[in-house]
């Protein structure tokens, strides 16, 4: 596949976001790469600079408690991302002086750093090459390349192989293409309402050209939030973000009104570290 169009697409018409702009530190990129995870872009921004305004570097955020990681996180969810940036930092100043590294295999072995994140680091930080697959680039694969309407489950060998083989050899030209596509997927090839007729690989697609089938795979289920424990973990971090002093037990017993949910939903804030029993009525963020 001709991906020239695309990566002029891309210059053209990408959004401008601040941890594309030039001089974005790799730490940056870092940051906005856990952010992103399973949260839209204008939900990530404002949070983001304000936590580079707060912690630039790692050796700053390392120098910070991981209860103010948790507090400036606010209400992004999923709030361990905020335990393991700061146990990356505190990983990325004891063992690199702050700096973080190019290889992806040092940047997995880093708290918190998945395949998913070591890669994107490599590439949008340091311009290496390798294939970035988050959810927007698998549907764009999965259309083009194999004409399918949706990639289905994720399978990360199979997903990787098919990605990597649209990246061009040079390192340079490969990272363009890898955030071209994922930029394609999120404002033209959406899941529900591809905008085709702008596409830049409109006359390459396979699923264009098989006359834009259905999909009939396997898919994977939305996860729901009202009423899970999610939301009462969520519920009772904001009682403890919202101050910091100790929480006594009774004020966090008004957020829910189900007792064993409740407990059962305090009790896992605990376990990962999220939260600290100051003594037997009392919780705060950890120190």
């Not at 971090?237 to 004020?251: E, S, Y």
């Not at 059962?264 to 705060?284: H, N, P």
Request: glycine residues 6%.
């Amino acid at each position: 596949m001709d991906l020239g169009a695309l990566s002029r697409w891309y210059r053209a018409s990408a959004r401008e976001l601040p941890w594309r702009a030039p001089g974005t530190s790799p730490w940056a990129v870092l940051v906005s790469e856990v952010m992103l995870q399973q949260t839209p872009v204008p939900r990530v921004l404002p949070v983001y600079e304000a936590w580079l305004r707060r912690w630039p570097t790692p050796h700053a955020l390392a120098a910070d408690s991981p209860g103010e990681a948790v507090r400036m996180w606010g209400k992004l969810g999923y709030p361990r991302r905020a335990l393991r940036l700061h146990e990356c930092a505190t990983a990325l100043v004891e063992r690199f002086d702050g700096r973080l590294p190019a290889d992806v295999e040092l940047l997995e072995a880093l708290p918190g750093i998945g395949a998913y994140t070591a890669r994107a680091v490599a590439v949008f930080a340091f311009g290496r090459r390798h294939p970035v697959v988050d959810t927007n680039v698998r549907r764009v694969a999965a259309r083009a390349v194999l004409g399918q309407a949706d990639a289905g489950p994720p399978a990360a060998k199979r997903d990787h192989a098919l990605v990597d083989a649209l990246l061009p050899e040079d390192e340079h030209e490969a990272a363009t293409t890898s955030i071209a596509l994922m930029e394609l997927g999120a404002l033209v090839c959406t899941a529900g309402s591809p905008k085709c007729p702008v596409c830049p690989i409109e006359s390459q697609c396979a699923w264009l050209r098989a006359g834009r089938p259905a999909y009939e795979g396997p898919t994977t289920r939305p996860q729901r939030f009202a009423g899970t424990d999610r939301q009462v973990r969520g519920l009772l971090m904001d009682v403890l973000r919202a101050t910091d002093k100790p929480v006594q037990k009774h004020v966090l017993d008004v957020v829910w009104a189900d007792a064993d949910q409740r407990e059962r939903a305090l009790q896992s804030l605990l376990a990962d570290g999220l939260v600290t029993r100051k003594d037997k009525d009392e919780y705060a963020l950890p120190g």
